[in-house]
């Protein structure tokens, strides 16, 4: 199998950061996408196509340490577990006050779990 050349794929790679970004900010808003991880994601996507890109969310106050934590040991912190697991918390029961069908509030509610049972089974920082 033949190796592509990275200048190749450097298109998609940018093109899937900044995807992964634009949901990452439409996720500070609508709680049911996860921000953090499609911030790292994010990086994972610059270091291979923008490294003015990388370094910009690698140096930003918040989502910097984070993704920094996760490179490092692949660890998240004690608080950021707490919040984000209480913030998919009371995404799920606001569907389900708000009356969600039952078919969504389903997917909804495996989709959340999953993603809190990964979060709580990472090592603490």
Same mark, same amino acid.
């Given at each position: 199998m033949t190796q592509r050349p990275a200048s190749v794929l450097r298109p998609l790679w940018l093109a899937?950061?900044?995807l992964s970004v634009a949901i990452g900010v439409i996720g500070i808003f609508l709680p049911i996408l996860p921000t953090t991880p499609l911030m790292i *994601?994010?990086?994972?996507?610059?270091?291979?196509s923008s490294? !003015?890109?990388?370094?910009?969310?690698?140096d930003h106050p918040v989502f910097g340490?984070?993704? *920094?934590d996760w490179r490092r040991n692949q660890t998240i912190?004690? !608080?950021i577990k707490i919040i984000a697991v209480g913030l998919m918390g009371i995404t799920l029961?606001?569907?389900?006050i708000l009356g969600v069908g039952p078919l969504v509030l389903t997917m909804q509610a495996l989709f959340l779990g999953a993603v809190s049972a990964f979060i709580l089974t990472r090592p603490n920082q």
């Open positions: 899937l950061g900044l *994601l994010a990086a994972f996507f610059f270091a291979r490294k !003015r890109l990388e370094a910009k969310l690698l340490p984070v993704i *920094l912190a004690p !608080r029961i606001s569907a389900w």
